[in-house]
Structure formats: C-alpha cells, structure tokens
C-alpha cells in the first residue's frame, strides 16, 4: 500500500489517481500508524516552504518522516514534499530562513531567474544508474516552482535548468525526491512513479 500524507498541502487527488495506475492500494492519510506502515509513504507539497512546514507539523509529519527513514522505509517528496526535506528554506525568510525536516544538509533559496516562476516543462539531466528515470532518461518533467535546492546532496541527484543549474531530483537510499510533479507529467511521469514503485 502507498499512503500519501494529507498535511493540507498539495494536488492530493491528482496523486492519489496518478500512483494507483501502479496497482498498488494508494490511500490519502493522516493517520500517523498508517503512514508509518505503508509500503511507500508520498510527501506532496505545494505553495510555500513555511506554510508546507505548518500543514506537516500538524500531522507530525516531520517525525513521520524520520522516523520511516530510520526504519529504512521509501519515502518519496514532490515540489514542495522535496524541499521541505531540506535543513531550511529562505522563502519569505524576512526575518530569517524556515526550518525544515533537515533529511539532507542545505538551503532551498530563489532561482536566479529572468521569469517566475519556472512553470511548464523541462528535461532533466539524471545519472545512468538511476532507478528513477530508468528508461525516461532525458524525458521532459511539469515544474511549478520558484524557489530549489542548488547543492548536490544523496547518493544520486537528477538536474535540471532555468537561470541557473538546480537540483531536479535526488535518490538517496530510502528517500527520494522530485522538485518537479510527477503526477502532472504525463507519461513519463507515471513511468517514473511505477519505476519508485517497482524498487519499494
């Protein structure tokens, strides 16, 4: 079973109906037990890094998340679901950067771009060891996004660019994450999705 964790934040039903073309039993969840016991747990996220931070921490997400990790359960994070996963992130950081769960060291700042945000599709450089973008290496992913991690991190990272080079994904043992959504990427998309599933 893939539970994906309701923390009011994200395109729920667009995932749920995305990862049940797996034929995995996929269910929207905030109940912690049943997060902590499904086969994959999915971490959506949209809007912005603080208010993601709020929603999770009302669910107590972030343990959830840690404590998957430390039990050596998948964890997947999409757009926001990956950044949070991040030791901070400075969007509307006026008064300093937002904590967040700190899987991976490093900040989630603002691309130094001409247009935002980075909306639409772009393809995305991944290593030729991924499980992930085994065979859609290359492929074209949806991002929505105005704010991404810049720094390697995880034993594998996929990249992708606008204004500059960023971080489009990464795979690192137990936790994996995509900046952008795979769930709105047609194709591709759901082959990514059933290769995450396949490894789980």
């Known amino acids: 079973m893939i539970a994906i964790l309701d923390s009011g934040s994200g395109n729920l039903r667009s995932a749920e109906r995305a990862f049940a073309t797996s034929g995995l039993d996929v269910v929207v969840t905030a109940d912690r037990a049943v997060a902590l016991e499904a086969d994959g747990l999915v971490v959506p996220g949209v809007g912005a890094f603080a208010a993601c931070m709020q929603g999770l921490q009302t669910v107590d997400g972030a343990a959830i998340i840690r404590e998957r990790i430390a039990n050596e359960r998948p964890v997947l994070?999409?757009?926001?679901?990956?950044?949070?996963?991040?030791?901070?992130?400075?969007e509307h950081g006026e008064n300093g950067?937002?904590?967040g769960v700190g899987v991976w060291e490093?900040?989630?700042?603002?691309?130094?771009?001409?247009?935002?945000p980075h909306m639409g599709w772009n393809?995305?450089?991944s290593d030729s060891n991924s499980t992930l973008f085994k065979g859609v290496a290359g492929e074209s992913f949806y991002f929505v996004h105005s704010f991404a991690a810049k720094r390697a991190v995880g034993k594998m990272q996929g990249w992708s660019?606008?204004?500059?080079?960023f971080l489009a994904a990464v795979e690192d043992g137990?936790?994996?994450?995509?900046?952008?959504h795979p769930?709105?990427?047609g194709d591709a998309g759901l082959a990514l999705i059933a290769n995450w599933v396949k490894s789980l």
């Open 161 to 165: 660019f606008h204004g500059e080079k």
């Open 97 to 99: 950067n937002h904590s």
């Open 77 to 90: 994070g999409i757009c926001i679901g990956m950044q949070i996963l991040f030791q901070e992130g400075s």
């Open 174 to 180: 137990y936790v994996s994450a995509t900046q952008f």
């Open 106 to 116: 490093g900040e989630v700042s603002r691309l130094d771009a001409p247009i935002l």
């Open 183 to 185: 769930e709105k990427s």
């Open 123 to 125: 393809n995305v450089e």
